[in-house]
C-alpha cells in the first residue's frame, strides 16, 4: 500500500462547478499537507500548506484536513479553464515529502 | 524574489553516459530536494541537502548522487544511465526541512 493514495481521474467538469479533489493517507504521523498545482511540462506550483486538521481557505481554493479520517481535500469554487492542470497532494514526516501521483483536471468552458 | 531554476531544462543523452543537473534555489533558502517524475510513478524523492550535508535519501541507486555548495546550490549527477532514467528531474527548495517546499521547472531527462 502506497503511502499516499489518489485517484487519478481525469476529471472533467463545466467551467463554474465546484471541484472536489482527494487524498487518503496511511501514516497517521504525517504534519503537514500541501496542495500543489502544475501544469503540463512545468514544475508544481504550491497552492496551499496546512498543518492542522480543519479548513484552510484561499480565493475559489479550500484545503480541508482531516487526520482522524486520514483525508484531505481541495475544493475549488468556481472553477475556470485555467485550473485545467494535474492536482497533486503532498505530505510531510520524518525526514521527507510523500507525493501523491496527481489527479487530472479538465474545466471545459 | 526570483524562483527557483534549473539547468539544462532539456537533456537528450544515451545509455551508459552520465549527466549532472543543476539547480539553484530562492535567495535565503538552505534546504534544496531532488526528485525524478514519470507518468507511471509520480514524484518519487530522490534526496534532501540542508547546509551541504545530504539530510536524507530515497530508494535510488547509488548511480544517483547529489552534493550542495555553500551558497545553497546544488547538483545531482546520475552515472551509466539507463533508459529507465528518462523523466522530469524537479529541484524543490524551503527555508528549512518540513517547510513548504517551492519547485523550479525542472530538467526533462531523455536517455536513448
Known amino acids: 500500500q502506497k503511502e499516499v493514495e489518489q485517484d487519478p481521474g481525469p476529471l472533467s467538469v463545466p467551467e463554474g462547478a465546484i471541484v472536489s479533489l482527494n487524498c487518503t493517507y496511511s501514516n497517521s504521523a504525517f504534519q503537514y499537507f500541501m496542495w500543489y498545482r502544475q501544469y503540463s511540462r512545468k514544475g508544481p506550483e504550491l497552492l496551499m500548506y496546512t498543518y492542522s486538521s480543519g479548513n484552510k481557505e484561499d480565493g475559489r481554493f479550500t484545503a480541508q484536513v482531516d487526520k482522524s479520517s486520514k483525508y484531505i481535500s481541495l475544493f475549488i469554487r468556481d472553477s475556470q479553464p485555467s485550473d485545467s492542470a494535474t492536482y497533486l497532494c503532498a505530505m510531510w514526516v520524518g525526514n521527507q515529502f510523500y507525493f501523491g501521483t496527481g489527479t487530472s483536471l479538465t474545466v471545459i468552458p | 524574489k526570483a524562483g527557483v531554476t534549473q539547468t539544462p531544462r532539456y537533456l537528450i543523452k544515451t545509455r551508459g553516459q552520465q549527466v549532472t543537473l543543476s539547480c539553484s534555489p530562492i535567495?535565503?533558502?538552505?534546504?534544496v530536494s531532488w526528485y525524478q517524475q514519470t507518468p507511471g510513478q509520480g514524484l518519487q524523492f530522490l534526496f534532501e541537502?540542508?547546509?551541504?550535508?545530504?539530510?536524507n535519501k530515497g530508494n535510488f541507486p547509488g548511480r544517483f548522487s547529489g552534493r550542495q555548495f555553500s551558497n545553497s546550490r546544488s547538483e545531482m549527477n546520475v552515472s551509466t544511465l539507463e533508459l529507465g532514467d528518462s523523466a522530469l528531474y524537479l529541484c524543490?527548495?524551503?527555508?528549512?526541512?518540513?517547510?513548504?517546499?517551492?519547485f523550479g521547472p525542472g530538467t526533462r531527462l531523455t536517455v536513448l
Open positions: 541537502y540542508f547546509s551541504e550535508t545530504q539530510r
Open positions: 535567495s535565503g533558502h538552505r534546504s
Open positions: 524543490a527548495s524551503s527555508f528549512g526541512p518540513s517547510r513548504e517546499q517551492f
